[in-house]
């Protein structure tokens, strides 16, 4: 058999980077494929079922919906976008090599951060984290894809706006006035690509898993169980990274309030044999040293 692989992808800048790229593996594997653009949800007719299903994920649900439809074969994602559990039918073929895990801040100038300023972001883990390191600063709204966003800040008279450096760096979009945030607790999976494809297609499932890296798909996998059993459906402000030394996996993660106030962190430094369920023992912790009171708290808060 030998069929083309039709690769789902949307139309943003990062989107068609990351899908080309896949592409690029695959076709340089022999492997023949087509990009096919999926149109946005609002154009979709999403019936009921589907949700029921398990699609959650805002910036996945689009390819999912044409995937279970068979109008792709295989999609791929910004892993650190992806609900950790996955629709029925929809399975993990492969996780490439991890490009940059930091967050950075994109800045006019940084002398607000000695005073008060206002910083721009979606995300409600950069945002409890930027408040517990600066509590007087202001935090406002910022959605869109990477482009629209850095123009958005350009703007406003905000004082800066945090990305995954990643993406920026993905799209040749990384200005000069930016500074890493290495105190900032990454989203689980961040900086990864994970590519997804149907359970029922051996042939796609083949293919892809030639793109898999190991130390990036354990890392990873350590890092969405611990999302999955902290959050339980429910989105919170959680970071969670972890890395591969030799032999030895460590592990940081934390839950924080809303506002920034409250943080419950744990480390881990342990033989990579022993890293199956790290991240669910993880959890636990956390949960068992104050974060299952922080978790109804943010429940009732959203």
Same mark, same amino acid.
């Given at each position: 058999?030998?069929?083309?692989?039709?690769?789902?992808?949307?139309?943003?800048?990062?989107?068609?980077?990351?899908?080309?790229?896949?592409?690029?593996?695959?076709?340089?594997?022999?492997?023949?494929? /087509?990009?096919?653009?999926?149109?946005?949800?609002?154009?979709?007719?999403?019936?009921?079922?589907?949700?029921?299903?398990?699609? /959650?994920?805002?910036?996945?649900?689009?390819?999912?919906?044409?995937?279970?439809?068979?109008?792709?074969?295989?999609?791929?994602?910004?892993?650190?976008?992806?609900?950790?559990?996955?629709?029925?039918?929809?399975?993990?073929?492969?996780?490439?090599?991890?490009?940059? /895990?930091?967050?950075?801040?994109?800045?006019?100038?940084?002398?607000?951060?000695?005073?008060?300023?206002?910083?721009?972001?979606?995300?409600?883990?950069?945002?409890?984290?930027?408040?517990?390191?600066?509590?007087?600063?202001?935090?406002?709204?910022?959605?869109?894809?990477?482009?629209?966003?850095?123009?958005?800040?350009?703007?406003?008279?905000?004082?800066?706006?945090?990305?995954?450096?990643?993406?920026?760096?993905?799209?040749?979009?990384?200005?000069?006035?930016?500074?890493?945030?290495?105190?900032?607790?990454?989203?689980?999976?961040?900086?990864?690509?994970?590519?997804?494809?149907?359970?029922?297609?051996?042939?796609?499932?083949?293919?892809?898993?030639?793109?898999?890296?190991?130390?990036?798909?354990?890392?990873?996998?350590?890092?969405?169980?611990?999302?999955?059993?902290?959050?339980?459906?429910?989105?919170?402000?959680?970071?969670?990274?972890?890395?591969?030394?030799?032999?030895?996996?460590?592990?940081?993660?934390?839950?924080?309030?809303?506002?920034?106030?409250?943080?419950?962190?744990?480390?881990?430094?342990?033989?990579?044999?022993?890293?199956?369920?790290?991240?669910?023992?993880?959890?636990?912790?956390?949960?068992?040293?104050?974060?299952?009171?922080?978790?109804?708290?943010?429940?009732?808060?959203?």
């Amino acid at each position: 058999m030998n069929k083309t692989i039709r690769i789902g992808t949307r139309d943003s800048e990062l989107a068609l980077w990351q899908a080309k790229t896949v592409q690029g593996h695959l076709e340089a594997l022999g492997y023949t494929t /087509t990009l096919v653009p999926v149109k946005s949800t609002g154009d979709l007719i999403l019936d009921k079922p589907l949700y029921e299903l398990g699609i /959650t994920g805002i910036f996945t649900k689009t390819l999912d919906v044409a995937m279970l439809g068979g109008q792709i074969d295989i999609a791929v994602h910004s892993m650190k976008d992806v609900p950790t559990a996955l629709p029925k039918g929809i399975v993990q073929a492969a996780v490439l090599p991890r490009a940059n /895990t930091q967050d950075l801040l994109v800045h006019k100038g940084l002398d607000f951060l000695e005073s008060t300023g206002t910083i721009a972001t979606g995300s409600l883990r950069r945002k409890a984290q930027w408040l517990h390191r600066y509590p007087n600063h202001e935090i406002v709204d910022l959605r869109g894809n990477v482009n629209t966003r850095m123009q958005k800040l350009q703007d406003n008279t905000w004082n800066g706006a945090i990305f995954a450096a990643a993406g920026l760096e993905r799209i040749h979009l990384k200005p000069d006035n930016y500074i890493d945030l290495d105190w900032m607790i990454p989203a689980p999976a961040q900086g990864a690509m994970l590519v997804v494809a149907m359970e029922n297609d051996p042939y796609c499932l083949e293919a892809v898993a030639n793109l898999n890296h190991t130390p990036t798909a354990i890392c990873t996998q350590v890092e969405r169980e611990f999302l999955r059993d902290l959050e339980g459906g429910c989105t919170a402000p959680i970071g969670a990274i972890a890395t591969i030394e030799e032999d030895t996996l460590h592990f940081e993660g934390a839950l924080f309030a809303l506002d920034g106030t409250q943080k419950i962190g744990v480390q881990k430094n342990l033989d990579l044999q022993y890293a199956k369920g790290l991240g669910k023992r993880c959890a636990k912790e956390v949960l068992a040293q104050g974060g299952e009171k922080l978790m109804n708290d943010i429940k009732a808060a959203l």
